[in-house]
């Protein structure tokens, strides 16, 4: 019996929104791919991962879960779903249960970006003060998409979303990749989110993986073919075998 193709859902980073998987989203088009770019709320991994989880419920059919950066966090604690076919990681890391971006970070060399990320406070919950973070604008380009032209990275710098701070001490109570095939993208001259968490991460879960080595953390923009490629691929070989855990 033939199966059934899954619609990719695409979810987005910090610092950014869902209009950065434009070129990604046309290029799976047209290799006759469902897709829904989410727009991730960015308030904090259990916030997020359960409005994700609530999306993916309901999308009638298989699905296949791609996270950029941060959004690779928030796919590991949605993608348990049962509909979910497999996860694809895009310039993002792998987080264990209990492992957050802080704790994980901290065994490696950090990224350039880090020190440079702008805090600010907003008010959360009516009353509650809480800080997010952005990346500021003549940081952009160097630190984040060195690989694209520089008014396109200007627009970027324009439009990004900020991101609750708390995001990096939050923490997954559930790794979808222990249960789920994995795929990871790693971006070899990253310096928001260093090559080697991403390697790590992905090299921990067993995932397929394929490395861009000049490739920046914009990837998903500077290089829309190869991303949607490398999704159409996992989409692929996901919708032709079950979802089985695979050795740890």
């Not at 897709?35 to 994700?52: C, E, F, I, K």
């Not at 973070?133 to 900020?162: G, H, M, N």
Request: glycine residues 8%.
């Amino acid at each position: 019996m033939p199966s059934t193709r899954p619609t990719v859902v695409l979810v987005h980073g910090g610092c950014s929104d869902a209009t950065t998987w434009f070129g990604v989203v046309a290029e799976l088009h047209c290799r006759a791919l469902t897709v829904l770019a989410v727009a991730n709320p960015l308030r904090g991994l259990a916030h997020d991962a359960a409005y994700l989880a609530d999306v993916v419920a309901g999308i009638d059919g298989p699905v296949v879960l791609v996270g950029h950066s941060y959004g690779g966090a928030v796919i590991t604690e949605a993608g348990a779903a049962p509909n979910v076919l497999a996860l694809v990681y895009v310039a993002a890391y792998l987080p264990d249960v209990g492992e957050s971006h802080e704790t994980l970070a901290g065994r490696f060399a950090p990224a350039p970006l880090i020190p440079r990320l702008r805090r600010t406070g907003f008010t959360s919950g009516g009353t509650e003060r809480a800080t997010e973070l952005s990346v500021p604008a003549d940081c952009f380009r160097p630190l984040v998409a060195a690989d694209l032209d520089a008014e396109v990275a200007q627009v970027l710098a324009a439009i990004q979303r900020p991101v609750a701070e708390r995001v990096v001490t939050d923490a997954p109570t559930v790794a979808a990749w222990r249960a789920k095939p994995s795929w990871a993208l790693v971006t070899g001259a990253d310096q928001a989110l260093a090559p080697a968490v991403q390697r790590f991460t992905a090299e921990r879960a067993g995932a397929t993986v394929l490395e861009l080595p000049d490739a920046s953390h914009a990837v998903a923009v500077s290089r829309p073919s190869a991303v949607a490629e490398f999704i159409h691929e996992a989409a692929g070989s996901a919708s032709v075998r079950p979802a089985a855990a695979s050795p740890r």
